[in-house]
């Protein structure tokens, strides 16, 4: 970790910061996994943000049903064949990327912002409020998370919003604890006693000197998560609770293929491989990037 | 004089890093007889340590290399052997202590166990190990066991029975070098290595094991090799001495020889670096300069950046070793003669 | 030991209290209309007056939270707007499917992860473990739920070897109950065929739940065998002429392990969680479903009370945990 916040450290350590880079680039690249999984993320981003233009069926992923196209098997036209209205299973998958993506990222940054914004109040102040706001991180870690998604999903009723942050309510507590750790080594550190000595806010030590410095892990444990996070909202949309069909999400589309097994068994695999590819890219772009940024979080 | 327990001819070590192939050790040599403590001293990273390890074949190859050399133990090459026969010869024939204690035994196994396994494993090679303790109906581990109790007893701990069922945790740390110590004899070895034993330790305890060294090597003939960057504890204990500079042995002979009359300027440098009782104030001498870049070692020799002495041939060529007197041996152009140092 | 056991017992409590008062703030939330899905659509104003009554959904949050603790003093969780029959009755019927399958899966992820891990360990740089390193992301990246569904596509509808879901099909009666899991109340009645019919039945969600875990847990051993394998007492171990096999087996394998034991604790936590839609794809009549299907119907006391369960499980398993940490490694004191 950089101790760089310090403008005057800053100043000098340049070189150094760039030398760091460097050398952290160089073993990213190394690392032809990391490389991989950071070209699985870019292709995934991609179908993202053009996935429903892209898509062979475009009328399809907007909900035009055709009952004579029902169940066709996999074939040129239809690669991953049709579903039970006719729609090209492919396209729908496509198209699906937008929505497991974006309340990924939703998650992710919803959940370490509160998470940090906790951990960093506790770390910070100390003493009771740091007891009370840990104690309450420990109990809802006792929770198992998807359990206290759905029910939290299922009390704001459907919807995308209300999913994604059904899931960061549930999501925040490893930020929690991961930032109060880093906030406590980093109070210690000189610089912060010097800022302090210089007469700064403690909401200015906090917000420009600390948190600056804990950003690595954080940004290592997001990557991480990232996977993890796409994995939670297809599996509630899976169970029936989130994104409400016509629009196309990875969880809802398998869990629809799966009444129509094992008959029309295609219909599961374009979902059920996006879904995997697309954790799987996260999670090997999250691992290199914890051995460059984070090197002592290896395990 | 009686044959070599170990010989140790040109001994080269590489070792392939980030930044290159540092040449570690750069042609070694050493032997060492039964009934002889041989001190090995020098600054930190000048291969001692390294030494000691190669003669168990405890260096991980890669990253390191053996261009060229021998290891001969009562005349068998080690470098030549199979690993399975090389690790029947550690802790059998080849004990060895290191330098922390309460890094080098196993946390989560109790202290009796971990002896029971090492006089296992040596008995597997010499079966007649435990016969003289405990009678045979009762079985290897029984016996193993009462072995290594009165090994505990010999290295000085009371109520060893008893100990035998403590974790490492629960000893102190000169207690701890005492088990580590039990551990490297329980093999009856003819030939053992201690890595810097005391350095860890009290000076009070210091004295307690290098005394039980010293009688071991009385009570058994066996030969000792002393690895220490502290030359008091060579004057102590040890007969011979072999003074170690970036890889190579710069002078060797026996202790009184090499302490009272020094020939090479390293280690007379090293001599001007302890403080003595009668050493005036200010006369105490650092060293100057730094342990030469392995990577890209000068060539010639390697001490001459840091020689008062050095010439344009100390600076080109790699000086041969040449006695100076009996048994004392200076790889130096211009060894320091001269009657003694320090007297007074 | 008995005194730090005791301590962690105690604290059980404050965490009942905070589990029930987080999960009763959640179900205030509910916008929805718990009573009407209850009542049916067809209800009249009275009927749905009388079952929000029965149920004590008219009185205030602070009013029935209390009811509630009172309840849980004597065991009692509410009951079940939608199967109308105490919770905590429901709760006993459902929580050893559960159980049975989350300790299976964790089984097999310790069992295969640990020596798979240190075998990586071992291998460390050459090609076995490099594949096992992509494998096991791989592992871990995989949906559940999917490979639930390929695991039947393949060895239940395909291939016909194994059954598609449930414990046990309707025709068959399970043994006589005595804790819960069919595999050992059938051994324990003795019953060898149901026995195997319930293991035939428990296979494939074992292996949908436990592989993210076997992953992970097996990148855990080989990481902390690798530390070990760097410590001092390693060398010491060769230079005094252990065999190979007890290096590995006493040295690095105990070492390594007892520092992913912690890992497997907050595993118990995540398995918990996990099993839900495993169950969901297996029918697996354990609390997950039965969580499901009650928060898809709004029905809020069994969510609390399958909440509160499976917080105190994850506790009591980290406890549990924490002993045997204390067991393995004898430095921790029990503190």
């Known amino acids: 970790m950089s101790k760089l916040a310090d403008p005057i450290a800053a100043t000098a350590a340049g070189p150094v910061r760039r030398e760091k880079l460097a050398r952290a680039l160089f073993r990213f690249r190394q690392s032809r996994l990391s490389l991989l999984g950071a070209a699985i993320v870019a292709l995934v981003l991609f179908f993202a943000l053009l996935g429903s233009v892209l898509a062979p069926y475009p009328d399809d992923v907007r909900g035009s049903v055709s009952t004579a196209a029902r169940f066709l098997a996999p074939s040129a036209a239809h690669p991953f064949g049709t579903n039970e209205v006719g729609q090209d299973v492919l396209s729908l998958t496509m198209a699906g990327t937008t929505v497991s993506v974006l309340a990924g990222f939703g998650v992710v940054i919803i959940g370490s912002l509160l998470g940090t914004l906790v951990g960093a109040v506790a770390g910070f102040a100390g003493g009771l409020v740091d007891e009370a706001l840990m104690r309450f991180t420990d109990l809802v870690l006792t929770i198992p998370s998807l359990i206290l998604a759905m029910a939290i999903a299922a009390a704001l009723g459907p919807g995308f919003e209300n999913m994604v942050l059904a899931i960061s309510l549930s999501w925040w507590p490893g930020y929690a604890r991961l930032v109060r750790g880093e906030v406590l080594a980093a109070r210690e550190e000189v610089y912060v006693t010097a800022a302090r000595a210089i007469g700064a806010s403690p909401a200015r030590v906090l917000f420009r000197h600390i948190l600056p410095n804990c950003l690595s892990p954080i940004i290592v444990k997001m990557s991480l998560d990232m996977g993890f996070a796409i994995l939670t909202v297809a599996g509630l949309g899976f169970i029936g609770i989130g994104v409400r069909p016509p629009t196309p999400e990875w969880g809802t589309l398998l869990s629809t293929a799966r009444s129509y097994m094992p008959d029309y068994w295609w219909t599961a695999m374009a979902p059920g491989m996006a879904m995997f590819l697309a954790v799987f890219g996260f999670n090997l772009l999250g691992d290199g990037l914890r051995d460059v940024l984070d090197p002592r979080g290896r395990r | 004089m009686s044959e070599a327990l170990l010989e140790i001819r040109d001994l080269h070590l590489t070792m392939s890093s980030f930044d290159g192939l540092a040449h570690v050790l750069n042609g070694v040599d050493l032997t060492v007889r039964r009934g002889e403590v041989w001190g090995v001293v020098g600054e930190s990273g000048c291969g001692k340590s390294l030494t000691g390890l190669s003669i168990s074949r405890l260096v991980p190859t890669p990253p390191a290399r053996y261009p060229q050399g021998s290891i001969r133990f009562e005349g068998e090459d080690l470098m030549r052997l199979a690993p399975h026969r090389m690790q029947a010869l550690r802790g059998k024939r080849i004990g060895m202590i290191f330098q922390d204690p309460t890094t080098n035994l196993n946390p989560t196994v109790r202290i009796g166990e971990q002896l029971v396994d090492v006089a296992l494993a040596a008995a597997s090679h010499d079966p007649s190990l435990l016969d003289d303790a405990t009678p045979q109906q009762f079985g290897r581990r029984r016996q193993a066991r009462d072995l290594a109790a009165r090994l505990l007893e010999r290295v000085g701990i009371p109520d060893a029975q008893a100990r035998l069922a403590s974790y490492p945790h629960e000893f102190s740390g000169g207690m701890r070098q005492r088990v580590l110590i039990a551990m490297a004899l329980i093999g009856r070895p003819d030939l053992l290595i201690a890595d810097e034993p005391t350095t860890a330790l009290d000076v009070s305890v210091q004295a307690q094991i290098l005394k039980l060294i010293q009688s071991m090597v009385a009570d058994h003939d066996i030969g000792v090799i002393l690895i220490t960057h502290n030359l008091g504890v060579v004057a102590e204990t040890c007969t011979h001495v072999a003074v170690m500079y970036a890889g190579n042995v710069v002078e060797t002979g026996p202790v009184a020889a090499v302490i009272e009359r020094p020939a090479h300027p390293y280690t007379r440098a090293l001599m001007a670096a302890i403080p003595m009782r009668d050493t005036p104030r200010g006369q105490l001498q650092g060293l100057p300069g730094v342990v030469p870049d392995l990577i890209r070692p000068p060539p010639g020799c390697r001490f001459a950046p840091r020689c008062d002495r050095a010439t344009a041939e100390c600076r080109a060529r790699f000086p041969g070793t040449g006695p100076v007197a009996p048994g004392h041996a200076v790889a130096c152009y211009h060894p320091v003669r001269q009657p003694k140092i320090a007297d007074g | ?206 292996i949908a739940l436990s592989l993210s875990p076997l992953a992970t847990i097996m990148r855990m051993m080989r990481a902390s065998a690798i530390e070990v394998m760097g410590q001092d007492y390693v060398t010491t171990a060769r230079a005094l002429g252990l065999p190979r096999r007890k290096i590995v087996t006493k040295v690095i394998a105990r070492n390594a392990f007892s520092a992913t034991l912690t890992v497997i604790g907050l595993y118990f936590g995540w398995l918990l969680g996990g099993t839900v839609l495993v169950e969901t794809v297996f029918d697996w009549p354990g609390l997950g479903l039965y969580a499901t299907k009650a928060i898809v119907s709004q029905d809020m006391m069994p969510v609390i009370g399958v909440a509160l369960v499976s917080g105190l499980i994850f506790v009591v398993a980290n406890l549990l945990i924490d002993t045997a940490y204390g067991l393995i490694n004898p430095k921790v004191r029990y503190a």
């Open chain 3, 1 to 206: 030991m008995l005194q730090f056991i005791l301590r962690r017992i105690l604290l059980l409590i404050p965490v009942i209290f905070g589990l029930t008062i987080i999960m009763f703030v959640i179900a205030r939330l509910l916008p929805g209309d718990p009573v009407g899905l209850a009542a049916g659509a067809n209800a009249t104003q009275a009927e749905r007056q009388a079952l929000a009554t029965e149920f004590g959904l008219d009185r205030p949050i602070w009013a029935q939270y209390g009811t509630y603790v009172a309840g849980l003093a004597r065991g009692d969780l509410g009951r079940s707007l939608l199967t109308r029959r105490p919770v905590a009755q429901d709760i006993a019927t459902y929580l050893p499917a559960t159980l049975e399958l989350v300790l299976a899966a964790l089984a097999l992820a310790v069992i295969l992860g640990v020596p798979l891990g240190l075998l990586t360990a071992l291998w460390r740089n050459r090609w076995p473990d490099y594949l096992s390193q992509v494998v096991a992301i791989g592992a871990i990246s995989m949906p559940r739920f999917f490979l639930g569904l390929l695991l039947q596509l393949v060895f239940a509808m395909w291939l016909m070897w194994l059954p598609l879901g449930g414990r046990l099909p309707i025709i068959v009666f399970p043994p006589h109950k005595v804790t819960g899991f069919l595999t050992i109340d059938a051994l324990l009645s003795g019953n060898g065929t149901i026995f195997v019919t319930a293991l035939r039945h428990l296979a494939m969600p074992t």
